[in-house]
């Protein structure tokens, strides 16, 4: 009779590339991409490809119920975490009741009210009670549920290599059964599982340090996978490949393949396991002890800083603040003095350079020309207005106006415009002066003759 799997016969010589026929390189690469594997990557590397894929497989599945085990076992353990100091059983967060009875304050001195309080606390430690142990009753059956897929887990990928392994061992030896391949197949299987009960890899054999089952949980679950309704199981004879020895062949072909197993399976579950949970304990314990150094490096620091900033030291010195303000004081006041030495003492306004300049170059002052000829109205002509805007303003070495020099010495110019008006008028009247006298002597000596000479000038 078949195993009531979803396996055929066939799956163990078909090859990746016979169902896709890109799937072999990324078969090959599978390996790799999970970094749990690399302590059997050599293992798996001296196998053929559907060998190298079953047993991929096979180490990934039992570390995710590896792991979900454990999850369940932790969670269960919060039940049985009773102590002396502590014999209150556990209830879950979520069965807290935090209900509480409001009454008045002119009740709260009656005794019915306080037996009414007392009642009422007693009410919620007893629906926390239950509700943890509904909850605990929960925990055991995920428990116990996740260790009986480990099982099938493990029952089921072990049958994938045996029916692998005796293909192999068949290419080179040839077998006569009156058994079929499956059934044969089936036989070996469970005297592999007899076998591992007897090899003990640590104190207590693998049922007890890795499955954490024991030898009839594994044997019923066999016949639940594999031989269900099988009417040869109640026979003693040799169709009960539970109770078979086998012939001298049989049992030589048969070691072989058990051996195989042996060497394909421990790898990938016990040892791969234990590795894992090895590492994983002392990553723990590093980060449990670098922990530890740094809560002591922080704590000295923190003394040392409250030492410094806030406490007064022993040997009557000043402690970090005082010091730090000593310091900005100190700062501070060589700023200021710094300061007062580089600024000029308050002196009285002098005149500037340029002032001077103007005054003694040659070329600040415009020469006087000759007083202007009134015409026959008596009025100045354009060109002297122009000359006498022009005095005005004081012309620098440049040509242009000062306007800081106009600002700093406007009384004393407007002084020196007026002294030059003055002098220009009293030039004028010389010369008129003297153009009339030398008219008058025209005119006794030549009559007309000094009017015809002035007018030909």
Not at 9 to 35: F, Y
Not at 265 to 285: M, N, S, W
Not at 326 to 331: D, E, G, P, Y
């Amino acid at each position: 009779m078949t195993p009531n799997t979803n396996t055929d016969s066939e799956s163990a010589n078909a090859t990746s590339s016979d169902r896709d026929p890109n799937s072999k390189g990324k078969d090959v690469k599978k390996p790799m991409t999970d970094p749990r594997l690399k302590s059997i990557l050599p293992l798996i590397a001296t196998q053929l490809v559907p060998i190298q894929e079953v047993i991929t497989t096979f180490a990934k599945e039992m570390l995710e119920n590896t792991r979900a085990l454990k999850n369940r076992k932790s969670t269960l353990a919060k039940f049985y975490k009773t102590t002396p100091e502590n014999p209150s059983m556990y209830i879950p967060r979520s069965a807290r009741l935090k209900t509480s009875l409001t009454f008045s304050k002119t009740l709260a001195k009656e005794a019915e009210i306080q037996d009414l309080q007392e009642e009422l606390l007693r009410c919620n430690k007893e629906y926390g009670e239950k509700v943890s142990y509904i909850f605990e009753r929960c925990a055991k059956l995920e428990e116990k549920h996740e260790r009986i897929s480990r099982i099938k887990t493990f029952l089921l990928q072990c049958h994938k290599l045996a029916q692998g392994l005796v293909i192999i061992e068949k290419r080179c030896f040839v077998l006569e059964t009156n058994l079929s391949t499956e059934r044969f197949t089936l036989w070996i299987l469970i005297v592999f599982l007899r076998t591992i009960k007897i090899v003990r890899l640590s104190e207590p054999n693998i049922y007890d340090t890795y499955l954490h089952v024991e030898y009839r949980d594994v044997k019923t679950e066999f016949i639940q996978l594999f031989l269900p309704n099988d009417p040869t199981l109640e026979n003693d004879d040799e169709n009960n490949i539970i109770k078979r020895l086998g012939t001298e062949e049989e049992k030589h072909f048969r070691d072989k393949v058990v051996r195989k197993l042996l060497d394909l399976v421990i790898p990938t579950t016990f040892h791969l396991q234990l590795k894992l949970d090895q590492e994983e304990e002392k990553q723990i314990t590093t980060s449990l002890i670098t922990a530890l150094y740094k809560r002591t490096e922080t704590m000295k620091a923190t003394e040392a800083t409250a030492l410094a900033v806030g406490d007064i030291s022993p040997h009557g010195q000043s402690n970090m603040e005082q010091h730090i303000q000593t310091l900005v004081n100190k700062a501070v006041q060589q700023q200021l003095t710094k300061t007062t030495k580089t600024k000029p003492p308050p002196t009285t306004k002098k005149p500037s350079t340029s002032s001077k300049k103007q005054k003694n170059s040659p070329g600040g002052k415009k020469p006087q020309s000759s007083p202007p000829a009134k015409n026959a109205k008596g009025d100045k002509t354009k060109q002297q207005k122009k000359r006498k805007v022009s005095f005005r303003y004081p012309v620098s070495d440049t040509g242009k106006i000062n306007n800081d020099d106009e600002v700093e010495h406007q009384p004393k110019k407007k002084q020196k415009l007026s002294n030059k008006k003055e002098n220009h008028k009293t030039s004028q009247k010389k010369t008129q002066r003297r153009k009339g006298k030398g008219n008058q002597g025209g005119k006794t000596k030549g009559g007309n003759g000094g009017k015809e000479k002035n007018k030909s000038k």
